[in-house]
């Protein structure tokens, strides 16, 4: 809180010492600051960009014109319509696009950009090509907001609020799965994270924060003509953001008031350097900087001042990792983790398996039939039927290419696939998205990693506690969340202790030894509080002492009554480990079954072994025992 | 009728300059997976460069073959300067870099130039009436040199080894690497082909549509659009793209308004995208987990 008190005396103090053409500029800063801000969300937590911002600051602008001027509508009333206004053109223009990975939203907003100067010029409502003017000043109980300090101060509490609730935003839930998808988004909707519907709301929470900067722009110009949507309007706007530095919602308004500097600079200069320069000269700094930016300083002022903080730091003494932690991360340094309940890893897993979720011991809570995925003439899954009950584990092993990951990846919804039914909990999920598949309590691990690589242990384990949680945008920005978050905490660190994992809680993860970010995965899987849990090579890159230690820990799952799948290369670990086993050769289920009935069966011997002398035969008593085993498997 | 004609006629002649720079967006897109905003601007500075020569004296003709290699050259020397130096290119950096470099190229023209809009003189040639239907000898001259040089990019990828090799190190870098293929001379290949095809619609459309420092905006969006119609990576697809695009635009500015001629590019990229983005999104990498 305190840094906003400062930010703000600092800037309500501005117009007391500086000119009046310092706190006309400083206006403009302000006011394209509140648009960064919202261009800052979008591009930092959604991890998407608007090359046409300037439209829904146009939008917001002509609203609030049209609703003062032609039908008299109270302005706090009017601002309120204009904010809407803008959001409701980012859902239309979200909705389609938002689904589509890439630059689509960014060229589409480019097109709105040039559309909406189109519409304005074209339109009487919006006074064509000379816009509307004669917009009243605002006026507060009697006090007009007239000259450029006071705008500045009318400004300063609007700017700041609006800072406060964005960088709330960042912290909360919303925005640390957002956070998780920048990093991996496939790991992320496997925890539960709606990616499109949370970068959806982000995007129009942006137009909304550019609509009302619109609406301060029409308050102090008093006109709102077209060029309020134009291209390099927007081009500031993104400028500022990457200036400030990208994720930061703090480097919006530092980066907005060094834009608006270099603008009033170039403005003067060039026209000196170049004579007879006119028009917008200020674009040549713009797209310098811009480079320059992109090439040398990629992570804008904010990098620069996280830079030589480190090194004044390192100067003055050497910091604590921990405290290095916490600074790379942004995230408040935190005494060490408190031991979670009983402390034993036993007593910490029964804590994060909700009980009351499990479903009965032996209910199929995974039902696959005719499975089968071809790319091209490849036949990576070929019609595979196999069953997995609360409380069991089913291991999945086969040779290479096998299509043992095929398969986990579409149970868990990362791919479709080409024929068969895939149902979890008794519901339909075959080609819907990981999301839906998490929200019926099925997670996953990576066989390549997929950790949250900018956030510690615990943050990556917080990710999961994401469908356990309800906090949406609007109390994330108003941070009315401190009940759910504690919760989440203590289901987290549980989590964490679970595997082993609380010394290492709050360092960043991709610090931690290969083998301590599979467990990471794992815990953070186990989170979830799944009832499927889906296990892609856990224990690789482990060592035997933590092979073991996963093997009771996995145990202890089962009987809790968590079905669990796995895939794994030691066979030896599987068996030992397993309740069942499936055998997957080339896409076909070859044998299903005990690991005693398994590891004796030829097809199995002949797939691992590859002897192909007796392969017809082979192959023929293969598909007699899978189709065998398979009915076993049914009935269960 | 000769109406709907005349409008689709010239609809095509624009939509051939839309189709040249839809190429250059394939081009880079297919070998980088770099979406490259500053695409319109080779269109731009050609055009004005053009202007700018034959104001020096120079023939014509002379001029443009002049401008295009030049042109090329800005357009390689900043894939090298700028563009290459970047190690992590994520979507999010590629469009800002891009943008940076498409802001820079515009403020120079800026004040080269100045803010006015002009055109070139137009070519060799003169108008004539088909069944009705008026006929600019410069709108051939578009046609002429889209066909010509469209055909000569899709035969280059498509049948010559330098230009297959170029699509094989955008789907595997590394292995291109391992048999001896650059991507540093892919992607540098890759930019000097968007410059040309950017520089030769600049000059052909300039008689017509004329050139100012701004004009890249537009083109390089409507460019982008016909280029998604082949989602990206289709040469072919984005040709013929442009010029339905081009007609398009022509039928809703002559039968509607000429203003709204500009939000039709717009419209187009978002139907497409609800009606089949299946067909239209961007070839996802596979995903490996």
């Keep these: 809180m305190l840094p906003f008190i400062l930010v703000g005396a600092a800037l309500a103090a501005f117009p007391l010492v500086a000119s009046s053409n310092l706190v006309n500029i400083g206006v403009y800063a302000l006011i394209y600051g509140l648009a960064a801000i919202g261009l800052s969300l979008l591009m930092g937590l959604a991890g998407q960009v608007s090359l046409g911002h300037a439209a829904f600051f146009a939008i917001g602008a002509y609203t609030q014109a049209i609703l003062l001027t032609k039908y008299q509508v109270p302005g706090a009333l009017a601002a309120l319509a204009a904010a809407l206004a803008a959001m409701v053109v980012a859902l239309l223009v979200g909705l389609p696009l938002l689904r589509l990975r890439g630059h689509f939203l960014a060229l589409a907003t480019l097109g709105l950009g040039i559309i909406v100067s189109v519409v304005a010029r074209e339109l009487d409502i919006t006074g064509g090509t000379s816009g509307i003017f004669g917009i009243p000043k605002p006026a507060i109980l009697g006090r007009v907001y007239d000259s450029p300090r006071e705008f500045f101060w009318l400004m300063t509490p609007i700017v700041v609020l609006g800072l406060l609730l964005a960088s709330n935003l960042v912290r909360s839930r919303t925005g640390r799965a957002l956070s998780a998808v920048n990093d991996s988004e496939v790991a992320a909707e496997c925890l539960g994270v709606n990616t499109f519907a949370l970068r959806l709301r982000v995007f129009v929470l942006s137009a909304g924060y550019a609509g009302l900067a619109g609406v301060c722009y029409a308050y102090w110009l008093g006109i709102v003509s077209p060029e309020a949507a134009g291209f390099e309007l927007s081009v500031q706007f993104l400028l500022m953001v990457v200036l400030g530095g990208l994720g930061t919602v703090w480097g919006a308004l530092v980066g907005a008031i060094a834009v608006e500097g270099l603008d009033e600079t170039m403005r003067v200069l060039v026209p000196k350097i170049v004579p007879g320069a006119t028009g917008e000269v200020q674009l040549i700094g713009f797209g310098v900087v811009l480079v320059l930016l992109i090439v040398l300083l990629p992570g804008g002022l904010a990098q620069l001042w996280a830079m030589t903080t480190a090194r004044w730091r390192r100067r003055t003494g050497p910091a604590t990792a921990a405290e290095a932690a916490a600074a790379a991360t942004g995230e408040d340094h935190r005494e060490p983790a408190e031991p979670a309940a009983g402390g034993s890893p036993s007593a910490a897993l029964a804590q994060v398996l909700d009980a009351g979720q499990v479903p009965d011991r032996g209910t199929v809570v995974l039902a696959v039939r005719g499975l089968t995925k071809r790319y091209g003439g490849v036949v990576a899954v070929d019609a595979v039927d196999f069953d997995v009950h609360a409380g069991e584990i089913l291991a999945l092993i086969g040779p290479n290419g096998a299509g043992k990951t095929t398969c986990f990846n579409i149970v868990s919804g990362v791919l479709a696939p080409t024929a068969g039914t895939v149902e979890v909990a008794q519901r339909r999920v075959e080609g819907r998205r990981p999301h839906v598949v998490a929200s019926l309590g099925a997670t996953r691990t990576f066989q390549s990693l997929q950790v949250f690589g900018s956030s510690t242990v615990l943050g990556n384990v917080k990710v999961a506690r994401h469908l356990r949680s309800r906090s949406g945008v609007l109390r994330g920005m108003l941070a009315l969340t401190g009940r759910e978050e504690r919760a989440v905490e203590s289901a987290a660190q549980a989590a964490v202790a679970a595997l082993g994992l609380s010394d290492d809680t709050e360092r960043l993860v991709g610090d931690l030894p290969f083998g301590r970010q599979r467990q990471v995965e794992v815990a953070r899987a186990l989170a979830l509080s799944p009832t499927l849990l889906l296990l892609d090579e856990p224990m690789a890159g482990l060592s035997g002492a933590e092979r073991d230690e996963l093997a009771a820990l996995l145990r202890a799952t089962r009987t809790a009554g968590v079905a669990v799948v796995l895939v794994e290369h030691d066979v030896e670990a599987v068996m030992a480990l397993a309740d069942r086993v499936a055998v997957l050769d080339d896409g076909r289920l070859i044998a299903l079954g005990s690991p005693a009935v398994v590891r004796t069966d030829p097809a199995v011997v002949a797939a691992y072994l590859g002897t192909d002398a007796e392969a017809d035969d082979l192959l023929q008593r293969a598909t007699q025992s899978a189709a065998e085993h398979t009915d076993d498997g049914v009935l269960g | ?289």
């Excluded at chain 2, 020397?77 to 979507?91: D, G, L, Q």
């Excluded at chain 2, 500009?262 to 609800?274: G, K, P, S, T």
Aim: proline share 4%; charged share 10%.
């Design chain 2, 1 to 289: 009728m000769s109406d709907l004609l005349q409008l689709v006629f010239s609809g095509l002649a624009n939509g051939a300059v839309y189709g040249l720079v839809a190429l250059g967006f394939v081009a880079v897109f297919s070998v980088r997976e770099i979406v490259n905003l500053a695409q319109g601007e080779y269109s731009a500075l050609a055009g004005l460069s053009a202007i700018s020569a034959v104001a020096a004296g120079l023939p014509l003709l002379l001029a443009c073959c002049l401008v295009v290699p030049l042109v090329v050259l800005v357009a390689v020397a900043i894939e090298r300067v700028v563009i290459a130096p970047v190690k992590r290119m994520t979507p999010l950096i590629s469009i800002i870099l891009t943008l940076g470099i498409s802001t820079v190229l515009k403020a120079v023209m800026l004040l080269i130039w100045g803010p006015q809009a002009r055109g070139l003189g137009p070519f060799p040639g003169r108008d004539f009436l088909l069944g009705g239907v008026s006929i600019r000898s410069q709108e051939l001259w578009i046609l002429g040199t889209a066909a010509v040089v469209g055909t000569a990019v899709v035969w280059f990828y498509e049948h010559t080894l330098r230009g297959k090799t170029l699509r094989a190190c955008a789907e595997q870098p590394v292995a291109a690497r391992l048999v001896g293929i650059s991507p540093r001379t892919a992607s540098m290949v890759a930019f000097g082909i968007a410059g040309f095809v950017g520089a030769v619609a600049g000059v052909v459309s300039s008689p017509i549509y004329f050139s100012s420092w701004s004009s890249g905006l537009a083109l390089g969006l409507k460019g982008f659009v016909a280029a998604t119609l082949g989602g990206l990576v289709s040469l072919r697809v984005a040709l013929m793209g442009g010029l339905v695009l081009g007609v398009l635009e022509n039928l809703v500015a002559g039968y509607v308004d000429t203003g709204y001629r500009d939000a039709v590019a717009f419209l187009v990229l978002v139907l497409v995208l609800l009606v089949r983005p299946q067909g239209l999104v961007l070839q996802p990498k596979a995903l490996r987990v």
